[in-house]
């Protein structure tokens, strides 16, 4: 827990989200506010400030948040494709600084992105 991290308090359970999956180190929950049908937030309950950050100890805990997007669009019914996004930094358009993975889907998506 960082102290006033906003994603840190939800991953405790303090702001009563609705976690579409939780395991002992990561939760998943809907964002605020959408820009695809399908559009869920993954966060490691550690807090890592962003994917710049990240350490060697965190191999395991990233593919485990890599096994559960593959859960989570299976479960949202993603068939026909989706993508995750993970915004990084200033440049990487990041407002929340603790890592997070955007999985986006239920519609056709364009590239590039903006
Ligand atoms: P990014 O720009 O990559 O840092 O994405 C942060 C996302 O977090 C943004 O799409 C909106 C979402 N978000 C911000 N505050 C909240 C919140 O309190 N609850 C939820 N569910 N999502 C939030």
Not at 44 to 60: G, N, R, T, V, Y
Request: with cysteine; proline share 5%; aromatic share 6%.
């Amino acid at each position: 827990m960082s102290g006033d991290c906003l994603f840190c308090k939800i991953a405790e359970g303090a702001l009563s989200t609705e976690f579409l999956l939780a395991t002992d180190h990561l939760v998943a929950f809907r964002d605020l506010h959408p820009v695809a049908p399908s559009h869920i937030l993954v966060i490691p309950k550690k807090h890592i400030s962003s994917l710049a950050d990240l350490e060697a100890d965190d191999q395991s805990l990233m593919g485990e948040m890599m096994l559960a997007i593959g859960q989570l669009a299976e479960q949202e019914g993603l068939e026909s494709g989706f993508r995750v996004v993970v915004n990084t930094g200033p440049d990487g358009g990041q407002s929340v600084h603790h890592l997070h993975f955007h999985l986006l889907g239920g519609r056709s998506l364009t590239w590039p992105p903006g």
